[in-house]
Each structure stands twice: as structure tokens, then as C-alpha cells.
């Protein structure tokens, strides 16, 4: 029996929830109706818990020579690695539990049993203000009770006012169906509920070393085989953007309205840095761009995740249904925006193995086709199809190095072919597509079109130097016209988020005087670095 919460508690306490999550995150999954019926809250807590215990595992011996306790150095890195990788609506709320227990424990010498219950209570506080619009029969009912159990208990016995909010955390749990409407009618309890009674029947067995799982309450009827639907207007926004954000507080409340403005289960945490902190965003929308460049005006965004809530299944980590599906990799809010209007499935760049998996897993497809759009990301993506084959999932992976081909490899989807015919006709519509990329020169550099400095502008042909200009729309025109004596019939633009307004008309009217026969596309690509990516077909 432990009568307080160290900083190695604090450490057990966070391996041992994350394997409890694990143990249970099929099930939490199949509860999964509300916010978005979209199956993913087990897998989102259990990534969201991952990424604390990364944290506490690289940082927990780094203890600064002043201010904060061992426990509440401990409490802290584990709550900063949870915002840092939230997932979903659940992993971001989750976070800010986390925070809030966090900087009320941290205030204290020891943390015993009142010192536990005001830690809840700062918890459930924080949880409810990162809610723009809070609903009760969620996870912030859930967390209420346990901190309210918590404070009527008024003891310092550790061990036991843990035990009475776990407890009372199970008991409000089993209410949520008579909350919900939608988990009435689905006959479960709320998800991510589920998840942090699972958490605090980690602490519970942490603290007095016996088991203190408990089971979910059993659900009155069986679910239906439909998914359910939405329980508020979330039905009216099509697509779950999601990213971390560097901004100050004051450019963060105007993100707040903006993105308000724009949709519905708007999240936006941060990890408490004056004057310029991190912060974790979550919303659900119809116009992707307009979100991802709300968060471009406050600051700097990254991480940047999108899902099209029409391609989840009902239990995205069980066997894969029938169909089809494409997974993307994209940089940059306006492709992602394209993607997305195209059905794929968006991750954002450079994505590890285990990323590129959960989402070809989240389609819930029986076959998926990855386009990389990147030479490095295509290995990660052959990593991620060998892994999927032991979930029954066929994956191909089509070798785009540029969105601009990927484009053009979604626009000869047919799902009458056969997939493998269907992969063939992608690779091959991929291949047909040329692409280049402009940017600005760094540093000094010999190219094989000649020396180049700083400042200069630079044209990728297929990732080689062919021109070096000092204008910008000027040598975006040159590559064009090049690029074009090859031949071609449509040329597609795509903006960065530093190109300067007008370059896009600039060009397509300069395709217009001297290519006349040739369609042009230009859209808002958002992509960092290169102002300017063209495709040519």
C-alpha cells in the first residue's frame, strides 16, 4: 500500500494504464457512438497514453535544479506527452485530465488523499473548459463524479479515496446511457468514459498492489448492426481536422471563434507555456482549408491530420470488411483538403509505420492502395502493407513522389475493376504525370544546372535542378514552358502556403497566352517550402 503518489508511481501508474488500455481497447472501440461513430476511441487513448510514457521514459530522470516536485516533474512530462500525442477528440480531453491533475499535485510536497481529490477536481476543470461546448453523459461526466467522490471521502488515506472515485467514476460510467440518447439506442456506455475508469483502476491497483479491474456495465441491449447516428449536428460536417499548433494565447482565442464558426466538437488545449505555448486542436468541419489556415493565421501548425468520417467503419480494428479504400500522405492543408474531397484517407508528412498501419486499419477496407508522395515515406509505406497483410488487409503501395501525381492517380479510381487492375491503371496515371517543384535556395550549392546562392529560385524537375532564376513567377513559368515542349494537355498548380498572391493567375495566364490548347488547374496547396508544385499530364 503506497500513502503517496511519487514520481515512480507516477511512472507505474502510466505503464500500467497503458496496458489496461490495450488489454481493453477492442472493446472501448465497438462503444464508440458518440461524438462521431467512427470506432477509433480505444485505439486514440491508447496512442494518446503511448505518447505520455514516451515522455516520462526519455525525461523523467531530467529534473531541473528548481521548481517543480519529482511527482509533479513526473505528472507533467506525462501530461505534455499526452497533448503532445492526443488523438481524437477522447486523447485530447484525456490530456487536459491529465494537465490539470497535474498542476494542482505538482503544487504539493506529497500527494496523499486530499491531495488526490483536488487533483481530480483540477482535472474535470480543465477538461470542461477545453470543451467548447460541453455535454454530460461523456468522459467529463465520468471524471466529474470520481472528483466529487473524491472530496466527499475528506480523508487522506490514499488507497481509499482512490478506490471511491474509481468507484464513483464506474457508477456515473453506467449512467451515461440515461444521459445519451444515442448510447440508449445503441445500448452501450459512453467510450471514452470507459477509458478513464479502465485509468483509474490502473491508479487503484498501483496504489494498493491488488487488482482493481472492473468490467464495463453490460449494456441493456445489443447493439445494432447499423451505426448509430450522431446525437448532435455533427452529422453536418463531413470530415475530423486535427493538429498541434505553436501560437500565444491571445492568436489562440481568435482561432476559438474561427473554427467555431466552421464546425462542431471543437477542442483546442494547451500545455500552459506563457507566452507562447502548444496546443493541441481538434474540430469537426466541412472545409478543410478554411481550418487549416484559421490555425496558420494564429500561429504555426503541424501534425496536421484529417479523416473523412464517410470512410470509417463501425469497429475499424476488427477483421477488415469488404471494399476498397486510398490512404494519402499529405503536407499541407489545401492538398489535404483535395485528397480528402476525393475519399482518401489523409496522414499527415512524414508518418512512421505504425501511423501509415492505423490508418489503412481505420479505413476498415479489405484492400487499401497507399500513395507515399515522398521517396523516404515509400519504404515506411512497403513497412506499414507488410504489416497490414496479418490483419487481412491487402495493401499496394503505388510509388508517387509528388501530390500532384497522387491527384492524378485518384481520378482513374474505378471500383468496377478488379483492385489489382485498379492499382495498375493508378501506378500507370501516376507515372504519365510529370511533376516539378519550385523553392528558394537555402545555401550555396553546385547543381547540375549550375551554381546556385542563397535566395535564389530553384525548379525541380522530377527532384533534379533544371533552372535557376531570381524571379519567382517568372522561373515558375520557364519550368512550365519546359516541361510543356514535352508535351501535355493538362498542367495542375498548387500554391503554397508562402506563395505570393496572384502567382497562380500569373502562371495559368501565361500558360493561356503560350500553350492555348492546354487545360489548367491551380488550387490551394498550403504546402511549406515550395511555393509552387506543378504536375503536368
Given at each position: ?16 494504464g ?21 470506432g ?10 503511448t ?18 516536485t ?5 505528472l507533467?512530462l ?14 485530447v ?8 491533475f ?32 460541453p ?9 466529474a ?9 475528506d480523508?487522506d488515506?490514499?488507497?481509499a ?14 449512467r ?13 456506455v ?7 475508469c ?17 468490467p464495463?456495465p ?9 451505426t448509430?447516428?450522431?446525437?448532435t ?7 475530423e ?47 478543410v ?28 480494428s ?54 507515399p ?13 507488410r ?9 499496394s ?67 533534379e ?10 522561373t515558375c ?11 501535355g ?6 500554391a ?6 496572384g ?5 495559368r495566364a ?26 503536368i499530364?
Amino acid at each position: 500500500m503506497l500513502d503517496t503518489l511519487d514520481a515512480a508511481a507516477v511512472r507505474r501508474w502510466c505503464a500500467s494504464g497503458l496496458a489496461a488500455l490495450k488489454r481493453h481497447q477492442g472493446e472501448i472501440d465497438q462503444l464508440n457512438v458518440y461524438p462521431v461513430p467512427d470506432g477509433d476511441t480505444g485505439t486514440n487513448l491508447v496512442l494518446t497514453l503511448t505518447s505520455a510514457q514516451q515522455a516520462l521514459a526519455m525525461n523523467l530522470d531530467t529534473l531541473p535544479d528548481s521548481g517543480p516536485t519529482a511527482h509533479g516533474h513526473a505528472l507533467r512530462l506525462m501530461a505534455q506527452g499526452a497533448l503532445l500525442g492526443a488523438r481524437g477528440n477522447s486523447g485530447v480531453i484525456l490530456s487536459q485530465i491529465l494537465r490539470g491533475f497535474a498542476d494542482q499535485a505538482a503544487e504539493v510536497p506529497a500527494v496523499r488523499g486530499r491531495g488526490l481529490a483536488a487533483a481530480l477536481r483540477s482535472g474535470t476543470t480543465a477538461a470542461y473548459t477545453a470543451v467548447s461546448r460541453p455535454v454530460e453523459g461523456t468522459v467529463l461526466t465520468v471524471v466529474a463524479s470520481a472528483a466529487a467522490a473524491a472530496e466527499g471521502a475528506d480523508s487522506d488515506d490514499l488507497p481509499a479515496v482512490a478506490g471511491v472515485a474509481a468507484r464513483a467514476a464506474a457508477e456515473a460510467l453506467a449512467r451515461t446511457p440515461e444521459q445519451l440518447p444515442a448510447l440508449a439506442r445503441a445500448g452501450v456506455v459512453d467510450a471514452g468514459g470507459r477509458g478513464l475508469c479502465v485509468l483509474l483502476d490502473a491508479l487503484v491497483e498501483v496504489l494498493t498492489g491488488e487488482n482493481a479491474a472492473r468490467p464495463a456495465p453490460t449494456p441493456r441491449s445489443a447493439r445494432p448492426a447499423a451505426t448509430v447516428a450522431r446525437e448532435t449536428g455533427s452529422d453536418e460536417y463531413a470530415y475530423e481536422v486535427q493538429f498541434l499548433l505553436d501560437a500565444r494565447a491571445e492568436a489562440v482565442a481568435g482561432l476559438r471563434r474561427a473554427l467555431d464558426a466552421l464546425g462542431d466538437s471543437l477542442v483546442v488545449v494547451g500545455d500552459g507555456r506563457e507566452p507562447e505555448g502548444t496546443w493541441n486542436v481538434h474540430v469537426h468541419v466541412n472545409d478543410v482549408g478554411a481550418a487549416v489556415e484559421a490555425g496558420v493565421a494564429a500561429g504555426r501548425p503541424y501534425r496536421i491530420s484529417v479523416t473523412r468520417f464517410a470512410d470509417q467503419s463501425e469497429s475499424p480494428s476488427g477483421p477488415a470488411v469488404a471494399g476498397r479504400a486510398a490512404v494519402v500522405v499529405a503536407t499541407g492543408g489545401g492538398i489535404a483538403d483535395l485528397f480528402a474531397a476525393e475519399g482518401a484517407t489523409v496522414v499527415p508528412g512524414n508518418p512512421s509505420t505504425g501511423e501509415l498501419l492505423d490508418a489503412v486499419r481505420s479505413t476498415g477496407a479489405a484492400r487499401v492502395v497507399v500513395l507515399p508522395n515522398d521517396a523516404n515515406t515509400e519504404a515506411v509505406a512497403s513497412a506499414a502493407a507488410r504489416e497490414a497483410h496479418r490483419y487481412g488487409i491487402k495493401v499496394s503501395v503505388v510509388p508517387t513522389r509528388s501530390p500532384v501525381q497522387a491527384l492524378a492517380a485518384l481520378a482513374v479510381r474505378d471500383g468496377d475493376r478488379r483492385f489489382e487492375d485498379d492499382v495498375i491503371a493508378m501506378a500507370e496515371a501516376a507515372g504519365a504525370c510529370r511533376y516539378a517543384e519550385v523553392c528558394h535556395a537555402s545555401r550555396e550549392a553546385l547543381t547540375v544546372a549550375g551554381p546556385c546562392r542563397p535566395g535564389d529560385v530553384l525548379a525541380l524537375v522530377e527532384g533534379e535542378v533544371h533552372l535557376i532564376g531570381t524571379d519567382l513567377t517568372d522561373t515558375c513559368a520557364a519550368v512550365v514552358d519546359r516541361m510543356l515542349g514535352g508535351g501535355g494537355e493538362m498542367v495542375t498548380l498548387l500554391a503554397g502556403v508562402d506563395a505570393p498572391a496572384g502567382l497562380t493567375d500569373a502562371v495559368r495566364a501565361h500558360v493561356a497566352r503560350r500553350w492555348p490548347f492546354v487545360e489548367v488547374h491551380a488550387y490551394p496547396g498550403g504546402q511549406p517550402f515550395y511555393p509552387l508544385l506543378v504536375g503536368i499530364e
